[in-house]
């Protein structure tokens, strides 16, 4: 079983920037991607930011280019979320999840290890 806690989500001013963390344990050893998603109420859950562990090839909602980062710490088992030049439109709930995604690394329905979530605000 796999295990995720996030962390660092609060509240900003739009232009702020937020650093989330999503620390790893477990058995991990079926795990090759690792992603954020967010949910803002009444929206579904959306793809964020994503990468392979192995490659560290990342991939990026079209939302998100440009201002959001995802990093992996290997040594601290952690998996990061820079985000940079927030707007209100990015306040949402934020959840990290861990799987071997098959089809499309951003579809929440490929993942099947889910953090508890950290919430992020973002006023104008």
């Known amino acids: 079983q796999v295990k995720l806690v996030e962390s660092g989500g609060g509240s900003v001013q739009a232009g702020g920037s937020l650093r989330l963390s999503c620390v790893v344990s477990?058995?991990?050893?079926?795990?090759?991607?690792m992603a954020w998603f967010r949910q803002a109420p009444g929206k579904e859950r959306e793809g964020v930011a994503a990468?392979?562990?192995?490659?560290?090839?990342?991939y990026y909602a079209d939302s998100v280019k440009g201002r959001f980062t995802i990093s992996q710490d290997n040594l601290k088992n952690t998996v990061y979320l820079q985000m940079n030049s927030l707007k209100p439109e990015d306040t949402a709930m934020y959840y990290c999840?861990?799987?071997?995604?098959?089809?499309?690394?951003?579809?929440?329905?490929?993942?099947?290890?889910w953090g508890q979530g950290t919430q992020v605000t973002v006023s104008s």
């Open positions: 990468i392979y562990t192995a490659t560290g090839s990342a």
């Open positions: 477990g058995h991990t050893s079926g795990v090759n991607a």
């Open positions: 999840a861990a799987d071997s995604p098959v089809i499309s690394i951003l579809d929440p329905d490929e993942y099947s290890a």
